[in-house]
């Protein structure tokens, strides 16, 4: 089944602790991204991918690291995440273009105390 | 950068009738996507549509792209249609950057 896979689906974690949130999909889709969704201001793009190697800033890259060095792995790095982190994640791919946008993965609910 | 606004931003419905969405975005696309957010968070894509017409079932899209507009009709509609309805773009010039609407909050009672 084509999917994004994201892991994991909840984590609450404390202030300054890294973490990793995975991400892999397998369409052998180019372009890959993270969002971030919160009440009242919607989604809103983290980083995003056009390739292995080429990542680039959304519009609210502080606090967060990305690196594409698989073309199916795409992970969101949190070096020292603060509470205004805490929201709902999301992970997206697509071909670039082939006519079927963007497919989502099932979020990730990160809560940071 | 490029905007998206959706109305109506909420809908409340009684079970079978029948609704519009509407998506105005600003600039020139070349992707725009209809998305059902249902209530455990997940987003479902419904249709990818930059220009032209599409149906799929109860669900019909149609973007007119000179005009910059977009519309998601929904027929007959059940309370599994509650939710959050995303229209998001991307730039002609940015595939990379899908931009969101607010949504629309769609309530569908029995």
């Known amino acids: 089944e084509a999917q994004v896979t994201q892991n994991p689906r909840y984590l609450i974690t404390v202030t300054g602790k890294k973490l990793t949130v995975t991400c892999s999909q397998n369409?052998?889709?180019?372009?890959m991204s993270w969002y971030r969704q919160d009440p009242g201001l919607g989604l809103r793009q983290i980083y995003y991918s056009m390739n292995v190697e080429v990542t680039d800033k959304g519009d609210v890259p502080e606090g967060y690291k990305v690196s594409r060095k698989e073309k199916r792995n795409f992970p969101l790095i949190l070096e020292s995440p603060s509470p205004n982190q805490t929201s709902l994640y999301f992970c997206?791919?697509?071909?670039?273009?082939?006519?079927?946008?963007?497919?989502f993965g099932s979020g990730t609910r990160l809560t940071v105390v | 950068g490029i905007q998206v606004e959706q109305s109506p931003p909420d809908l409340i419905l009684q079970e079978g009738a029948n609704s519009t969405l509407r998506c105005n975005f600003s600039?020139?696309?070349?992707?725009l996507q209809w998305f059902h957010q249902n209530p455990w968070g997940q987003l479902i894509n419904l249709f990818y549509i930059p220009s032209g017409t599409k149906q799929n079932g109860r669900l019909s899209a149609t973007t007119v792209a000179t005009e910059r507009y977009s519309l998601l009709y929904i027929s007959s509609s059940q309370t599994t249609d509650s939710g959050v309805y995303f229209c998001?773009?991307?730039?002609?010039?940015?595939?990379?950057?899908?931009?969101f609407g607010q949504g629309t909050i769609l309530t569908v009672h029995p």
């Open positions: 369409m052998n889709h180019e372009y």
């Open positions: 998001a773009v991307s730039e002609s010039t940015s595939y990379g950057k899908l931009t």
């Open positions: 997206a791919s697509s071909t670039g273009g082939g006519g079927y946008g963007y497919t």
């Open positions: 600039d020139s696309v070349n992707n």
